[in-house]
């Protein structure tokens, strides 16, 4: 196994998911369970590697008033992590169900000093190596400019790391001065990058055409929720369509997808195998309750029933 994965988190936070007995307004809405787990898109990439034996490593900027918590919660599935604390709280997002609705609410996250955006460079690319895939998924803290952000992808590459970028912060212009080795937007945050509409698999791949032209990115993947996902990269185009799943909750599905893919490429497996494991790992993640992430045995059931069409 060649590479690692290395995810950077800037905005982490901590997944309270909440079953309810109603959504009523005007109403007492009574808890009747809960559960607590570490989350952020880059967080949740590393919980789903690190399942699958991948060597991975979480990074991430916490908020020191609650950061105990969310380091303990990634120590309980044996993730290496290192957390760089600064002033404030690790958010804390909310999400209520009720049998088959689902409320999500995300909080904002500490401020950091505008001096962050220069330190944290340095600091990721250290500990960067050429063998590493290096992870930049989720939201800007506040203080935390894009051109910041970017700085810090192009110091992973720097020391060699291929970037893979999952955000809806960046525009084309952002995307073509990091020049990353991989994106993973969703149908709309590709329509919001391009301007076009992307509601249907040909619409995505010929938006993603568009994209790769003006970016030179190697590899896009575009998560489409029920379909699967519409790949175009340097290896060609391929539609991946989902097997079909009883879906209970959509958050996480894309960190799943994103996920599965890398362990492919980690694992040296062809194209298609890390297109199918992607999808797979996606599609697993949406029959879990709550906030939990894609099961890697599971996952690997549900991978032969993916099937991938060469465009």
Not at 80 to 109: M, S, W
Not at 158 to 182: E, N
Not at 243 to 263: C, E, I, M, N
Request: some cysteine; charged content about 20%.
């Amino acid at each position: 196994m060649k590479h690692s994965i290395v995810t950077v988190t800037l905005n982490p936070s901590i997944d309270v998911t909440l079953w309810v007995d109603g959504l009523d307004n005007d109403c007492v809405n009574r808890v009747q369970d809960e559960l607590r787990q570490a989350g952020g898109k880059g967080v949740n990439v590393a919980r789903v590697t690190g399942k699958f034996g991948i060597r991975t490593r979480c990074i991430a900027v916490a908020g020191r008033d609650n950061a105990t918590e969310l380091q303990n919660y990634l120590s309980e599935e044996d993730l290496l992590c290192e957390l760089l604390p600064v002033d404030g709280a690790v958010r804390e997002n909310i999400t209520l169900r009720c049998e088959n609705d689902t409320v999500k609410i995300n909080r904002q996250g500490p401020t950091l000093y505008s001096k962050m955006g220069a330190v944290l460079p340095a600091w990721i690319e250290s500990r960067l190596t050429a063998e590493c895939i290096a992870v930049f998924a989720g939201s800007l803290p506040a203080g935390i400019s894009v051109g910041q952000y970017g700085d810090m992808m192009i110091a992973a590459k720097k020391v060699g790391a291929r970037v893979a970028v999952d955000t809806d912060a960046f525009t084309l212009a952002d995307y073509a001065r990091v020049s990353p080795w991989l994106i993973k937007p969703n149908m709309h945050e590709l329509a919001k990058l391009s301007g076009r509409p992307c509601d249907t698999p040909e619409q995505a791949l010929a938006t993603a055409r568009e994209v790769r032209e003006k970016t030179h990115i190697p590899h896009i993947l575009v998560s489409m929720g029920a379909f699967g996902l519409v790949y175009c990269g340097e290896e060609g185009e391929y539609f991946v369509k989902a097997p079909q799943v009883t879906a209970k909750s959509t958050v996480g599905a894309g960190d799943s997808l994103l996920a599965g893919f890398l362990v492919g490429v980690c694992k040296e497996k062809p194209l298609v195998d890390c297109l199918k494991l992607a999808v797979a790992c996606g599609s697993d993640c949406v029959q879990q309750e709550g906030t939990a992430l894609a099961d890697h045995l599971s996952a690997l059931s549900l991978q032969e029933q993916v099937i991938c069409e060469s465009v």
